[in-house]
Each structure stands twice: as structure tokens, then as C-alpha cells.
């Protein structure tokens, strides 16, 4: 699962890119209007729009959540799928199977 940030808006921020209060004012950043990722470095404040929003950082925590379910996910599954054919590994299928290559070999 992994964002392209195709799409982004350009918005006023007052945390850094680890999510750190941002200390001196605020910055204009791009954020990704898919995951909600702060994106770039700061821009000069003079392409601001009057309208522009400010930083939406439960955004970017809402993807950061989906991302490590998504993980904790796809782990459980290689984890159950290594537990399977740990056991199949010792079944007599296996050996009969394995003992008939290596006698082609």
C-alpha cells in the first residue's frame, strides 16, 4: 500500500515533516490530498492564496493508521502461510514428492 501523491494541495503548516511544532511562524507546503502527507520543503510564502487551508495532520495519522494495519496484516499472513507449509514440509506427500525428484536427479 503506497501513496503516489498524484494529487496535493498547497496549505499552511505549523509542524515540521516528523509532525514536530514548528518553531518561527509557519511554513507553505504541499500536502497530498490522498494520504495527507506534508510534501517538499517550504515554499516562498508569496504563491499563497488568500483561501489556502491549514495542515490537516489527522490526515496524515488516518494513513499512517491504515498503513501499519495494512502491514500488521500482510505480516499475519506470511506468518500463517509459513506456518502451513512448515507443516506441509512434513507431510508424507511432501517426502514422496521430494524423494521422486531427487531419484530423477
Known sequence: MHCEHVRKTMVWSS????GEPFEGG?????????CGKQL????????????LEKYNQNQDR??????RSFDEKREQERHEWFEAH????GTNEWQEKRAAVLAGC
Open 15 to 18: 509542524v515540521n515533516s516528523r
Open 26 to 34: 509557519k511554513q507553505l507546503r504541499h500536502q497530498c490530498d490522498a
Open 40 to 51: 517538499s520543503n517550504h515554499l516562498p510564502h508569496r504563491l499563497a492564496k488568500p483561501d
Open 62 to 67: 488516518e494513513w499512517q493508521d491504515k498503513l
Open 86 to 89: 512448515t507443516e506441509y514440509l
